[in-house]
């Protein structure tokens, strides 16, 4: 997929609206959620005043009713854990318990 005008459009828009990169990238379609990151920092759009950034949760934090689904690199300076509460039981939010489900049942098949 190429990023048009109208893509980097969306992207900023919604990046700008705080959305993460992964929700971002299901919003755009055809784009994985490293490209979104890759495409954001190019922008220039990596400092934005984000409310994803300001609940940025670091490993020593993390509670166990967040979900703690590894967000980026764990090398890089913006690695950090989804921190959305975790569904009852489990280790991670709504979405990533989906996202983990279906990477499990994709490496069974
Ligand atoms: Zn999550």
Redesign the pocket.
């Known amino acids: 997929m190429e990023w048009t005008e109208a893509r980097v459009d969306q992207l900023k828009q919604l990046w700008s609206d705080g959305l993460t990169a992964s929700q971002i990238a299901e919003k755009l379609g055809g784009v994985s959620r490293n490209a979104v990151i890759g495409k954001a920092h190019r922008l220039g759009l990596s400092s934005r005043p984000s409310p994803i950034k300001r609940k940025t949760i670091q490993l020593n934090t993390v509670s166990e009713r967040m ?1 703690q ?1 590894p967000i980026g690199d764990p090398g890089d300076a913006e690695f950090h854990f ?3 509460p ?1 569904l009852h039981g489990r280790p ?2 709504a ?2 318990c989906a996202t983990a489900y279906r990477r499990k049942s994709e490496s069974a098949a």
Request: proline share 0%; aromatic share 20%.
């Open positions: 979900c689904w989804c921190g959305e975790a991670y939010c979405e990533h």
